[in-house]
T-cell receptor, first 113, second 106 residues
């Protein structure tokens, strides 16, 4: 199994530009999570999908952030327009059930200049 | 509400033991533990689903006291490979504690 696959690994963009982060969960996992990690705020849950349906998006910072999961094997997190304070490592994680723990992807390190 | 972890950081010599604590002001129904090495993703260690449960992973074990809303992670005879940041997570709302940085020195 290739694990949770995220792309790109690194993204450097200018303030105001649109950024799209991608995630392919492990096949058969029906839960998908997007987290953001910074030194100041630690690991923050942004959004949680179950069976491709967004269940909890209360962690999405503001309207500039949006996430979709059009099918069981793909999810995107979009930031438009991006700001320097969005710089962080964004992790996608998937799970086959809450009793089994999460498998994290390698993360996307986003730098907005 | 984010779980609270203590200590924030700990430095050990190889072979020493450590305990990392996780507590919540709200009810904890289940707890999971992860280790993250620098520049890498968090890696799942174990999950405790009910009060009184104890589990082990190599020489790392954990306990969960549901009534006290607490969980503890025990690292026995620590190895250099145990260095990293340990996170506890509250499974019911998918939030993680701030992490405990563990450094094991030779």
């Amino acid at each position: 199994d290739a694990g949770v696959i995220q792309s790109p690994r690194h993204e450097v963009t200018e303030m105001g530009q649109e950024v799209t982060l991608r995630c392919k969960p492990i096949s058969g996992h029906n839960s998908l999570f997007w987290y953001r990690q910074t030194m100041m705020r630690g690991l923050e849950l942004l959004i949680y999908f179950n069976n491709n349906v967004p269940i909890d998006d209360s962690g999405m910072p503001e309207d500039r952030f949006s996430a979709k999961m059009p099918n069981a094997s793909f999810s995107t997190l979009k930031i438009q327009p991006s700001e320097p304070r969005d710089s962080a490592v964004y992790f996608c994680a998937s799970s086959t059930g809450l009793q089994y723990g999460y498998t994290f992807g390698s993360g996307t390190r986003l730098t907005v200049v | 509400q984010q779980p609270v972890q203590s200590p924030q950081a700990v430095i050990l010599r190889e072979g020493e033991d450590a305990v990392i604590n996780c507590s919540s002001s709200k009810a904890l129904y289940s707890v999971h533990w992860y280790r993250q090495k620098h520049g890498e993703a968090p890696v799942f260690l174990m999950i405790l689903l009910k009060g009184g449960e104890q589990k082990g992973h190599e020489k790392i074990s954990a306990s969960f006291n549901e009534k006290k809303q607490q969980s503890s992670l025990y690292l026995t005879a620590s190895q250099l490979s145990y260095s990293g940041t340990y996170f506890c997570g509250a499974n019911q709302n998918f939030v993680f504690g701030p992490g405990t940085r563990l450094s094991v020195l030779p």
